[in-house]
C-alpha cells in the first residue's frame, strides 16, 4: 500500500519553504571594506599620476617636425657640409668693389649639412669653449617666412629635450642685420630666454642677438644687410667693405 500524503483536512502536502539566507555572512567586515576601497583608491590615484608623468614626459620629449639628426660623419653629410663651407667661404672671400651688394642663397639642408659635419671643428678652431661646443650638437635650424627656428639638443640625463629658439631678423644700429633671440621653447613648453642663458652660459654674459658680420683676414668685413627668410630657405644680401683701423 502506498503511504497517504495527503494532510488532515484532505489537501496534498507541501514542503515548507527555503529558510532565507543569512547574508550577513557572506559580507566582510567593515575593516576589510574600508582597506579594499583605500586600496581601489590608492591604485586609481596611481594610475593618474602615471598616466600624468607620461604626457609630461612626452610634452617636454617632443620634437620639432624638422628635427632629423644628422650623422656628420656619414659620407654623404660630410661632403655635402664641405661643399657648402667652400662655396660660402668663395663668396665672402671674393675680391669685389666697396660696398657693392651681393647675394648668397642658402637652404635649410645646406646649412644642417654644414651644422653636422663642420660646424664643431670650427667651433674649435676659434676657441670657443667645449661646453658651448657640446650644447650646440646635433644643431639644426628651420626657415619660415620672417623666423629662423634654431634647435638644439643639450645632454641634460634622462631627458634631453630638444630646445628650439626663435630668432627674428631686425637691423642693427652698424647696417648689419642682427637675429634676435625671441622666445624658446622645450618639448611644446615655452621657456624663459633667461633661464636658457643661466643653464648653459655657465654664468657667462650671453648677448640675446647676433649682429650678422663677418671680419675678414685682409682687413675686409662682410655684413649681411638683408636677410629674407622663406619656407626652408634664405637670401642674404650682403656688402663687403674695408674696416677702417684707428
Not at 60 to 69: F, G, L
Not at 116 to 138: E, F, G, K, T
Request: aromatic letters at 4%; glycine letters at 4%; a positive charge.
Amino acid at each position: 500500500m502506498k503511504p497517504d500524503h495527503r494532510t488532515a483536512e484532505g489537501g496534498c502536502a507541501t514542503n515548507p519553504p527555503p529558510a532565507p539566507a543569512d547574508k550577513s555572512v557572506a559580507q566582510p567586515p567593515p575593516a576589510v571594506r574600508r582597506k579594499r576601497w583605500l586600496k581601489r583608491i590608492l591604485l586609481s590615484l596611481l594610475a593618474i599620476v602615471l598616466i600624468a608623468v607620461f604626457v609630461l614626459w612626452w610634452m617636454i620629449s617632443a620634437k620639432p617636425d624638422y628635427w632629423h639628426v644628422l650623422d656628420g660623419s656619414h659620407a654623404e653629410v660630410r661632403t655635402a657640409g664641405e661643399r657648402v663651407e667652400q662655396t660660402v667661404s668663395s663668396l665672402i672671400t671674393r675680391v669685389r668693389p666697396t660696398d657693392q651688394s651681393w647675394q648668397l642663397p642658402l637652404s635649410d639642408k645646406n646649412i644642417n649639412h654644414w651644422l653636422a659635419a663642420r660646424m664643431p671643428n670650427w667651433l674649435a678652431n676659434q676657441n670657443i669653449d667645449p661646453s658651448i661646443i657640446a650644447v650646440l650638437r646635433h644643431a639644426q635650424v628651420h626657415c619660415e617666412p620672417d623666423r629662423l627656428l634654431l634647435a638644439v639638443q643639450p645632454d641634460l640625463g634622462v631627458v634631453s629635450p630638444v630646445i628650439e629658439l626663435t630668432l627674428v631678423p631686425r637691423p642693427s644700429d652698424s647696417g648689419a642685420v642682427e637675429l634676435y633671440v625671441k622666445s624658446a621653447k622645450a618639448g611644446v613648453f615655452d621657456v624663459p630666454i633667461d633661464t636658457i642663458i643661466e643653464k648653459f652660459a655657465n654664468n657667462r654674459s650671453v648677448p640675446r642677438e647676433l649682429t650678422l658680420e663677418v671680419p675678414l683676414k685682409d682687413g675686409r668685413e662682410v655684413q649681411v644687410t638683408d636677410l629674407g627668410l622663406t619656407d626652408s630657405a634664405m637670401m642674404l644680401t650682403c656688402t663687403t667693405r674695408r674696416v677702417s683701423r684707428r
